[in-house]
């Protein structure tokens, strides 16, 4: 009742506008990355060896991709951000110390 006389309006944000970008559960360049390095080995050196070993490294990766976006689905993109500012902000215990 009181939420009706405030005057409000209420608006719907859709939970896909705000979901991360995964693909099995892991970040979706990455995976599709690891994927595409895995095909290459297995048609470019045409083994069954190569077929297994890349086989094993996809699922391997994958299983490592899906545990980081468990933890942080925008992990990628905050690491690669803290590279690009790694110059700019020292890592210091004080914005004054002398480098």
């Known amino acids: 009742m009181a939420e009706s006389l405030?005057?409000?309006q209420r608006n719907l944000i859709h939970r896909a506008l705000s979901r991360s970008n995964l693909l099995m559960g892991a970040d979706?360049?990455?995976v599709l990355l690891t994927g595409l390095a895995a095909v290459i080995l297995i048609f470019v050196v045409l083994t069954i060896y190569s077929a297994i070993f890349g086989?094993?490294?996809w699922i391997l990766v994958v299983?490592?991709?899906r545990i980081m976006a468990k933890s942080d689905p925008l992990m990628r993109q905050v690491y690669i951000r803290h590279i690009s500012y790694r110059p700019t902000y020292k890592a210091?215990?004080?914005?004054w110390r002398r480098y």
Do not use: C, D, I, M
């Not at 210091?92 to 914005?95: F, N, R, V």
């Open 6 to 8: 405030t005057g409000l």
């Open 28 to 30: 979706r360049e990455l």
């Open 55 to 57: 086989v094993a490294v």
């Open 63 to 65: 299983g490592v991709l």
């Open 92 to 95: 210091t215990s004080s914005p």
